[in-house]
T-cell receptor, first 111, second 116 residues
Framework: SQKIEQNSEALNIQEGKTATLTCNYTNYSPAYLQWYRQDPGRGPVFLLLIRENEKEKRKERLKVTFDTTLKQSLFHITASQPADSATYLCAPQTGANNLFFGTGTRLTVIP | DAGITQSPRHKVTETGTPVTLRCHQTENHRYMYWYRQDPGHGLRLIHYSYGVKDTDKGEVSDGYSVSRSKTEDFLLTLESATSSQTSVYFC???????????????FGSGTRLTVV
């Protein structure tokens, strides 16, 4: 069956360190993979999209990698700040309108 | 969230009653989506629309119907609410269906629905 595993439900990290979140997927062949941030009581907010032919993508302090052989994406936040504390959702996309979501990793950045 | 609003934000309803949730956008995006979010599950697609009067089912569409009579409005109806439909419902919009540009979906703030 299809599965998206974000292998840490919760991750605590010291301010200033790099946070690394993992997304593994099974029985999907995504052409794209998206990452979202969700704060309590709010809707997800789009952060980054990476295509299957891209190995890495960066946006400010964020970096995403996508390995279609390992069926894995890594999401990095460098120089983490308390304001980065949120739940981060991985979302493989197999085609237009076919966006599937993991259950998320709750990141807490400790001052 | 800018350009997309959901109403109501909270609703409590009784089992067996019909319920309609509204999503309104001001971005003139072609694609609109309804997701539900439950503990232990990722966001799951209920229905989506790819234009006025054009809709299709998602992975958890049973017990739900949708309508889109105008570009800006996408309605989700629970025909006869059940306790299993207690959830947080999110509407999302997309210009391209995602992937064709560098843009993902824009989500509303959600509707928390409780069926008692």
């Amino acid at each position: 069956s299809q599965k998206i595993e974000q292998n840490s439900e919760a991750l605590n990290i010291q301010e200033g360190k790099t946070a690394t979140l993992t997304c593994n997927y099974t029985n999907y062949s995504p052409a794209y993979l998206q990452w979202y941030r969700q704060d309590p009581g709010r809707g997800p907010v789009f952060l980054l999209l990476i295509r299957e032919n891209e190995k890495e993508k960066r946006k400010e302090r964020l970096k995403v990698t996508f390995d279609t052989t390992l069926k894995q994406s890594l999401f990095h936040i460098t120089a983490s700040q308390p304001a980065d504390s949120a739940t981060y959702l991985c979302a493989p996309q197999t085609g237009a309108n076919n966006l599937f979501f993991g259950t998320g990793t709750r990141l807490t950045v400790i001052p | 969230d800018a350009g997309i609003t959901q109403s109501p934000r909270h609703k409590v309803t009784e089992t067996g009653t019909p319920v309609t949730l509204r999503c309104h956008q001001t971005e003139n995006h072609r694609y609109m989506y309804w997701y539900r979010q439950d503990p232990g599950h990722g966001l799951r697609l209920i229905h989506y629309s790819y234009g006025v009067k054009d809709t299709d089912k998602g992975e958890v569409s049973d017990g739900y119907s949708v309508s889109r009579s105008k570009t800006e409005d996408f309605l989700l109806t629970l025909e006869s609410a059940t306790s299993s439909q207690t959830s947080v419902y999110f509407c999302a919009i997309s210009e391209s269906g995602g992937g064709l540009a560098n843009y993902g979906y824009t989500f509303g703030s959600g509707t928390r629905l409780t069926v008692v």
